[in-house]
Every structure is written in C-alpha cells, then in structure tokens.
C-alpha cells in the first residue's frame, strides 16, 4: 500500500506558528506536494519538494525527508484565513495519491 | 485566463439513474485528471488522461465508471446505475506535462454528487 498519514484535525493561536506532519510509507514517488483546502472549495497548490530539504515560501515551508518517510508543513503568523484543510500528497506516474488531510482551525 | 470548471456544481440523482459531470480544463494543459473526494476522506485517484495517449483508468472503483476526453480538451465522466456510495465531490484537475517534471495540478470546484 501507499498509506500517506497526516492528523485529522489541529487547532492553533492567530500569530502563532504551526507544524502539520505527514509521514508514509511508498518509495518510487517523484515529489511531494501540498495543497490547501478551504471547506466547499478547490484545492490549491501550496507547494512541491522533489529533493530533501526545506522549501520556503512566505509565511509557508515544507520540508522533505525521503529517507524518513517524512514531510511537514510549517506554517508561520498565522491568519485566521489559513483556517482550511491542509493535503498532503505523493505524486508517482502523474498520479497524485494523497493523504486524508488536516483540518486546521485558528482561533483569536 | 479561466481555471479549471465543471458542470454542473450540484447533481442529485436517484439510486440506478446514470449521471454525467463535465470538466474543462485550462486551456492549453495536456494531462486532465479526475479524483473523488468522499465525506470524511482524503481525495482519491479515478483517471488520469495525457496527450493522445491510452488514459490510466487504474482507479475507477467499478465499471459502472467511464471517462472520455474529446479533442485533447473537455472530459466527461459517467457513471452508469449510480448507488448512495458515489455520493461525493467529484474534482477535476489539468496540468501542463513537460519532460523530467511533475507539474502542479490545478482542480476545479467540483461536482457534488447525491444520490439518493
């Protein structure tokens, strides 16, 4: 199997910084993406690490670590709007396999 | 400069009725993808279409499911004899594909999909 695990729901501080882990357990993949979810909504794209190592992007990182099975998403100064679901997913042959995603609440 | 659509947004049907949802994908993409999103769950894979090539049908659940791609561009997905477990967010994604890379899918808004 390729089971992609992240934690089902998570709560932080407006400002505050938060960590959303996923770990699995497939080999062969080509990158790892992650996308955010607003309830109702598209997923969008967040950002992609193909190579180990941490990718930064504004108030958002993501780090890979292929030999640990491992990835997170770093979020910093939370917002109130970054309330969303937040999708880990491999991609391997085109395919995105993705994990059941974290819900993420901010409160004030 | 439009994203990704799909029509229509909200489909009821009753049990056994066949159903089509419809995606556009952004112009000029070459790879359209098709994913299910169930209540509770993580999106998960149903086809994969690139080029002119033979699509990856790997994860269609049943062959009550099908999928075309006419033209390079529109997509319909159809489901034959639909029963309550179809009822979902059906979401459509399109990318470019260059050589070497995995390029960032862009999803539409989706498709909820009752069945009663």
């Known amino acids: 199997g390729q089971n992609i695990d992240q934690p089902t729901e998570m709560t932080a501080t407006e400002g505050a910084i938060v960590q959303i882990n996923c770990t699995y357990q497939?080999?062969?993949?080509?990158?790892l993406f992650w996308y955010q979810q607003h309830a109702g909504e598209a997923p969008t794209f967040l950002s992609y690490n193909v190579l180990d190592g941490l990718e930064e992007k504004g108030r958002f990182s993501s780090f890979l670590s292929r030999s640990k099975g491992y990835s997170y998403l770093l979020l910093k100064e939370l917002q109130m709007k970054d309330s969303a679901s937040y999708l880990c997913a491999v991609i391997k042959a085109g395919k995105l396999i993705f994990g059941q995603g974290t819900t993420l609440q901010v409160k004030p | 400069g439009a994203g990704v659509s799909q029509s229509p947004s909200n489909k009821v049907t009753e049990k056994g009725k066949d159903v089509e949802l419809r995606c556009d994908p952004i112009s000029g993409h070459t790879a359209l993808y098709w994913y299910r999103q169930s209540l509770g769950q993580g999106l998960e894979f149903l086809i994969y279409f690139q080029g002119n090539s033979a699509p990856d049908k790997s994860g269609l659940p049943s062959d009550r499911f099908s999928a075309e791609r006419t033209g390079g561009s529109v997509s319909t997905l159809t489901i034959q004899r639909t029963q309550q477990e179809d009822s979902a967010v059906y979401l459509c994604?399109?990318?470019?594909?260059?050589?070497?890379?995995?390029?960032?899918?862009?999803f539409g808004p989706g498709t909820r999909l009752t069945v009663l």
């Open positions: 497939t080999s062969g993949f080509n990158g």
């Open positions: 994604a399109s990318s470019w594909v260059l050589a070497g890379g995995d390029n960032e899918q862009f």
